[in-house]
């Protein structure tokens, strides 16, 4: 059996935060501490916290944002920047922002 997103997970119905951390790490970290206290019912998609070890991460992502209702996206002063010098298309399935 592939592993992947279960029902379990709960993600359906909820929040995905993707972000920068070396552009926008204090500012997003600011936003989860509120969601956390304003909407206790939500699960919020954290990648370091909730990416399984192991299992494909690109596939875990797509999967998991396919089932969550709001995708927050945290574009930084230094967002473009970081893209720009990033190989384009080479790397693209690697940069987990960009997807």
Do not use: C
């Amino acid at each position: 059996m592939k592993e992947g997103v279960s029902q379990e997970d709960g993600f359906e119905g909820n929040i995905f935060v993707s972000y920068r951390r070396d552009d926008s790490a204090d500012v997003v970290g600011r936003i989860l501490d509120r969601l956390d206290v304003a909407i206790q019912d939500r699960k919020i998609f954290r990648d370091i916290d909730d990416i399984p070890l192991g299992i494909d991460f690109v596939e875990y992502v797509e999967e998991v944002i396919g089932k969550t209702s709001l995708l927050l996206v945290a574009i930084g002063p230094g967002w473009l920047g970081h893209f720009e010098a990033r190989a384009f298309p080479s790397n693209h399935r690697t940069d987990f922002v960009r997807l």
